[in-house]
Structure formats: C-alpha cells, structure tokens
C-alpha cells in the first residue's frame, strides 16, 4: 500500500476537478497526464525519504514533482496550438500552478518552470528542481515502455 503520508501530502490536490481532469489527458504512449505526475511525485518521495534534501521540506518537494505537469490541455490536439507543447508546456505549468495554488515556494516554481531542461534551455536552480527534472525523464520511460505496476497508482483510487 502507498505510503500515508505521501497521500496526506497530495491529497487536497488529488481531489481537485482541474487535477482530475488531467486524466483524460493521454501522456506519452501509456497512460493519463494524472497518470504520470503520479509517478514523479512518488519517486521524488521515496528519494527524499532515502535522501533528505536540506534545504526543502518533503512536502514542498513532492507537491512541486506532482504540479510540474500542471499544463491542463491535450497537447495532442492540433486544433488548439500546442505544436510547440515540448518547449511551451513548463510555462504554461507554471501559470495553472501559480492561479490555483498562489502559495507555491520559489523551489516549486523552480520544479514546474525548469522540469524539462536539457530540451529547454533552462536548467534548474535548485536541487529539489534537478531531481524532478531527473524523475520526470525516469517516468517517461517507464511510461513509454509499460512500466505500469507502481505502488503509487494506488492513489488514484485513495
């Protein structure tokens, strides 16, 4: 069973309409948006329970992993011009995040705006940024190649 305490950290965004709608989203070949943030969020728990990061707290690291992929759209359809999605997406991201969650730390901002460097060309500024920016490339493979079976989709159904 997935951790309690990494669902009490999530839990109150895991229950939004707009989180829960990244559902619909596909990501990558397997699986939702919702899907993947999962997974990222989850990894960077079990690192930071392995590997304290000093200067973050858990729940400030684990709720920045699971909003990096705030961008709440399907990048798929064309009809809605999100052709640059790969470049664009961590921008848009950010602003979901900053509108429905004013509160966020300067590392959460750093998490969701940088997450996708080398393919930007922002790299992070903190350490917290650089493991999700490591756990999001760890993710989309295990996307890609069906690593589905995961304690943290469990979470889904909490």
């Known amino acids: 069973m997935v951790e309690r305490e990494f669902l ?11 989180f829960r709608g990244m559902k619909k989203y ?23 329970k392995k590997h304290p990061l000093r200067v973050v707290g858990l729940a400030e690291f684990v709720r ?3 909003l990096h992929d705030y961008y709440l759209y399907d990048w798929h359809d064309r009809k809605k011009g999100t052709r640059l999605h790969l470049f ?14 004013p509160d966020l730390s300067a590392t959460q901002r750093d998490i ?13 500024l ?5 493991m999700v920016c490591y756990y999001d490339k760890v993710a989309a493979l295990c ?14 159904r909490a």
């Open 143 to 156: 996307d890609y190649f069906g690593k589905n079976k995961w304690k943290a989709r469990q979470a889904a």
């Open 64 to 66: 920045g992993a699971l």
């Open 126 to 130: 903190t350490r917290a940024g650089w």
């Open 8 to 18: 009490h950290i999530i839990r109150d965004i895991l229950h939004t309409d707009a």
């Open 26 to 48: 596909k990501h990558h070949v397997k699986g939702s948006v919702y899907d993947h943030s999962l997974r990222v969020a989850y990894f960077c728990y079990r690192y930071y």
């Open 88 to 101: 664009t997406h961590p921008r848009a991201a950010l602003a979901h995040a900053k509108r429905d969650y």
């Open 112 to 124: 969701i705006r940088h997450h996708m460097f080398p393919i930007t060309w922002h790299p992070p």
